[in-house]
Structure formats: C-alpha cells, structure tokens
C-alpha cells in the first residue's frame, strides 16, 4: 500500500481508505470483528473536519457506550485537536436527551425532566401492578416492564397501543390500564424513563417538523457504529434525521401557508458500520434487518468490505471462526490476519468457581511478572452474578480490579437517596423522588402519613413536594408536622443554591447543593452515628459522590445540576465514570462489545451460562448466545483463555456443570489444556507450573479454604476435564488383578495391590513408587498396563 503523507489515510488497507474518502448520501461499512471498523469511523470524521468539509457542530457520530464515545473523542482530538469539542460523539441516549431538554416545552415537560432508571421504573410498576391487582392476573412487574420496553422500543405509546391490543382479554386489559397509568404517572412526574428518551425524540420530530428541520439543517453528517444493534426506535430517529430539510412553514395570512424553498436534496450523509456476527441485544428489541436491508432502505448507498483483521493472533481468529460457522442463516466472511499463529488458546477445568477465580489469580499473577499491565487484562462472564467469586479472590490476591457495567456505584442505595434528594429540588413534580426521600433519614414519617399528604396533594390540586409545605393544614401531630416542616425547609435552602432565582448558578453549586441536602437532612450523620459498619461504607461513598460533583465542575465549566445528574443518569445505566488505568477489567460479555484487550479470560465456559439457560429455549436464541460467545473471542489481541468449572454455586445451590456446546465447535488443536492446580496437589508443590507464586499463590493458602480435592472428587474432575478435551478415556474391561504394575499418566509407576466393585465400577488399589496409594477408577483413569 502506497504511503500518502497523510495521517489519516497512511495506516489503513485500501478499501478503509476508500471508506473514509468516500463521499456519498449513504455508506455501508460491514465486516467481522478487529477489521478496522471503529478506526474508520473516527478517520472519516476526522477527515472530514481536517478537509474542512463540515464543522465539527455539524456532525453527530453515535456510539453504542459513553466509554466508546469518549474513546472516540480522544482520538479524533488527537488528530484535528481541539476543534473537536463542538462535536456530538454520544450515544443514542444521549444524543436524544440533548435534544429533548432543549425542546421539552415542545412536548408538555420541563427541561428538568427526571430520567428514570429501570430501578425507578421497577419501583414504579411493583406499585402499579399492586393498584391494578395485576398479580391476580399473572402479571409481575418485571414481565410489565420488559413489555412495555418493547412496545415503546417498537414506537408504540399506551394509547397506540390500546387501541390496537385485545381488551376482552382481562389479562391484556389490566395491562394496556397499567401501562396507561405509568404513562400518566410519568408525564406528571415531568420524567422519562429510557425507552422513552428515544421513542419521544422520534415522536417530536415527526409532530414538529419544523424541529425535526433543525436538527436536519444541523447534522450534515450522521457516523453510526455498532449498527447491527440498532432497535427500531432508533432505526426511525436515523431516518427522521437524514429526510431532506423539508422546508420552513411560513403563514402568508388569510389561512395560506407557504413552504420557503429550501435545497430539498440537502440530506445528511449517514454512515453506519456493523456486524450482523456480533448483534447481541435482540432482545432488547435490535433488529438485524436494520443492517441487512440498508441497502434497500437507503437506495444508493455504497457497500464497502473490510476482512483483513488487525486485532488478534491467527489462532484466536481460527478459534471465533470455528465458532460463529456454525450460526446458519449468515453470509460467510472470510477474515484473516497477516499476525502469526500467536500463542494457543489455554483451556482450562476446575473443580469449583474458587478454582477457576484462583487459576485467573495465578495466571495475572504471572502474566505481571512478565511485565503485563493489568489494565490489558479482562475478565469477562456472562452474567452480573458470576462476578463475586472472582472478586473475592482477586481481592485476597491483592489483584486491582475494577467492575464495568452492572450493578455499582449509582445503583447503591445511599447513591440513589442523595441523587433523589436532588432531584426533589431540580424536578419537585418528582413524586418517585420526594416519596423516596421522605422518610430518610427515619423522621417518623410512615406509610399512613405519606397517604395523607398524597390524599391532601390530590384534594388541594398540587404536587406531593408542594403539600409538604403544608404541614400545618393536614391536622398532623406536632412531631410529624416538625419533621415535615424541616424537610421541606432543606429542600427550599437548596432550591436557592442549586437553581438560584436571578443569574446563573456557580459550577460549585452542585457541590454545595448536595451537601447541605446531605448534612441539613440529618442524612448523612444518621449513617455517622450507625453501629453497622456497612454505613461506614455508606458514608464513603457518599464522599466518593461530593467529589464526583466536584470533578464534574472542572470538567465543565458551564455545567447546572441539570447537565449533572443528565450525566449521572446516563453513565449509571451503561459504563463507569473513573478510568480504569492500571486495574484489570472485569464485565460482561454484552459490555465488552467493541472493546479490545491484549488478555482475555472468558469464564464459565459452561451451558446454562453460555448459552444461557434462560436463551436457550427460545426461538434465535442459541445462536444469538453464539454471537456473544463470539464477541468475547474477538476481543482479544494476544492471550484467550477459556475456563470452566465442573461445579457452580448459583442462587444458593451449587450444581454440577456442563462444558458449553461452542467448545465443542473450536477444534481440539487450538486449544491447550490445564486442570484445576488442587487436583494436582497429589503430585506435590514441584508440579503446580500454572500457579504464579507470589501474593496469588500465598493468598491461595489462606483463601476460601480450598482444601485437597477428596480421591473422588478428583477422580470426577478428571473426568470431567477429558469429556471437555475431548479426551474421554475408556480403558474398557481392562484386565487387571493384583500385583500387576501399571504406568499412570500423572503419577508414574505403581503396583496394583486390590481390585474392588464390580463392572464400571470397579476400582483398583494401586501403590505408585512417588505419589503414595491411590484408588482409581479403572474404566477412565489415565492407566496402561504394563
Ligand atoms: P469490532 O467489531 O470488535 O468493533 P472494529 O471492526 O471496530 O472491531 P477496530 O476496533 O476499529 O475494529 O480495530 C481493531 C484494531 O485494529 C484496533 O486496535 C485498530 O487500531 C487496529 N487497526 C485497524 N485497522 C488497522 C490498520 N489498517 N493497520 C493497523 N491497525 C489497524
Ligand atoms: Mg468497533
């Protein structure tokens, strides 16, 4: 490939070159994993803002995490500086509350609107479900939910929805009443809840297409990756955006309207980039069809293939090939490296989940010897719960590791209190909010009070935070009347500070807001004066959060408490506010999309978890889990590991375990295998090779009390490994009496002393000259007579 002199273009193959020189309404970039993809897009906008084709204003580039957006971010800005900053890099989400805080007055909210996470609106539903009495028709909160994610991820709203839904069916009758009622519920709590935020945008372009034109006139250029992710609602916001501008409305008087003339083919350029192989939230409602048929949605649009991959070793490649071959109905891409085979896949069993963390352990202890950062280390698994085993023996090993995604900081619930205390004062319609806060810290204000103000709210006309302002007429006891009293005087001190009446608020003030909510409740010093040393926890997290706020106030110099728990709102749902430089990344494999590591573990190997049970049954969803399988492979440049463990505590129960079908799909040779480092402590501390020593190792000693496997566990394990290497043993009716002399594969020679059982069981007693007397399964233990 010809050298160019040009930065953005020397450092790429030919057809990414033409991807990010092409200049065209519509661009299709599809190719597999590592091919550049994510690289293209940032040299596409990059160049166009070098070549002065467009400002940075004008370009609105959507990635699939916050992290991604800010990594994109940093590299554009590394190639065309700071001109960058104008730029809309974000996410979907973000994207979309951008707008509708501008435009809120459009549609009946304020610009304060409240954006409920799925913990608000799970709160919400368990309430709602109660009222309607839905349980009595089998609706639980959490299947209301996800249907009403799903209707509004299709864009339907309540009322679109009844009137299409089968209402003589009881069942679906309290359901369309329910999912009008929490419609209600938040509109006049002036909040939104997710789904909303994407469906609502669509639905004020379309009602006001002068707004829409706005936006339209805005973004010349729309960058989306990801792309095979995309659900409809988000489908119909890129199509909203890259209509042609329609046109200025103009009255010209006597009921005449006029449209102003305008280019009508100014159209957006859009350019998405994707991988029907690694679409992995169908059921979140993405469509695959959004990638397949782009052609024929946007007539015109060139295709363009990338399959040189520039991430991973061969043998990586080879193994995620292996892999996704096996999903039908897919176009079969050919992705290759010019890299060496690198080193094998390492496989590797355990006897529990502690084993499986612990060999993790050992190997990051090693891999650090030889001078790996942690932070090109990951972790991934595929469910949240998967996570703790690995924790605390990470934790014990003195590993520094950091929890991506899921459940974390704002989901705690101290983290929760203090942002629905700002709330109360930002969003006061907040009802979720003020009812949240109203009785901590304990002031004595009960379920049977929180009625009454509701009851006095809704007979005076007024909102539940402003009846608290009427404490005296609601005839309560003088105690409660105090308590609510002060709250509501708190509430108002950081009413001043926050949004103050006249001017604009400091970038200090959110600071300053959130502590006095925090000390003047009496919130923060109820945890202060706890004996429970969880609430000692509590109160750093809390400072954890005033320091947040304050680091929010360097970095954005203009910033309200608006743009602030905006920001909080959105980062608590996908990715972490701190960098992670120097810790390494635990997550799951849904968010590890997109991401690269030199060093990847993939954990619990096993069916039930990948595929999930819960897929598993359901139409598309062993292949959708392979799609994830895949994406885990993929992110790995250099080292994969895969593990298993033969038995998982889960739920409380601990269950023996399967290898996982796409194991079976990886060739044997690809893969190295290991076993648990306690089945091999018959063979004494020499032949443990895999562990690291160092702290791993002596964390090991003292840890979860991993205690020497029993002869019959180990036996198992060993069975259990060579049925997943596909080694499966089977000495058949090996003849074998006393006094003859065997060879073992670990132990060495020895010499039959008995046979006992009978049939498949039988078992010979064996004295080996190193490793002491040994009971074994004849039929599967690694033996041969000789
Ligand atoms: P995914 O499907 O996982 O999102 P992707 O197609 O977006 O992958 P990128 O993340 O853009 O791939 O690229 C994968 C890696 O390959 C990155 O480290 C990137 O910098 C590197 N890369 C891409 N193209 C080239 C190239 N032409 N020369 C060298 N390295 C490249
Ligand atoms: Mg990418």
Redesign the pocket.
Known sequence: IPATGDPLLD???PP?REAVEYRGSALLIV????????????HRVASLLRNREAWPSQILAITFTNKAAAEMRERVEDIVGEQAKGMWISTFHSACVRILRREAEQFGFTKSFTIYDSGDVRALLKRLVKEHEGDAYGLTPAAVQSRISKLKNELHDADSFRSQANISDPAERIFVEIFQDYSRRLRSANALDFDDLLAQTVFLFRAFPNVADTYRRRFRHVLV??YQDTNHAQYQLIRELTKPVQGEQMDVGGGMVALLPEASDARASLTV?G?SD?SIYAFRGADIRNITEFERDFPGAKAIL?E????SSQNILDAANSVIRNNFDRKDKKLWTDQGPGESVVGFTGYSQHDEAQFIADEIDRLRGQGTNYSDIAVFYRTNSQSRALEEILIRAAVPYKIMGGTKFYDRAEIKDAIAYLVAVVNPADELAVRRILNKPKRGIGAVTETNIARFAADNDMTFREALGHADAMGLGPKIRKAIEQLDAVLQDATEILLPAEGDAPPTSVTEGLRLLLNASGYEDALRRSQDPQDEARVENLDELVAVTREFARNNPDGTIIDFLTEVALVADSDDLEDESGVVSLMTLHTA????FDTVFLTGVEEDLIPHRISAGEPGGPQEERRLFY?GI??A?RRLYLSLAMTRAQFGEVSSAMPSRFLQEIPAGLIEWRQSPSEMNGRGAGARSLGGGGSAARARENSWGQRPLTPKNKSSLAEFTNRVTGKVRDNGDLELTAGDRIQHDDFGEGTVDAITGQGAKRIAHVRFESAGTKKLLIKVAPITKI
């Open positions: 450092g790429l193959n990414q190719a597999g994993a590592g091919s550049g993809k994510t690289r293209v897009l940032t990756d990801e980039v991988d690694q990338l040189q991959n520039y991430r999309k997109g991401l690269e994406v993929t992110r440049r």
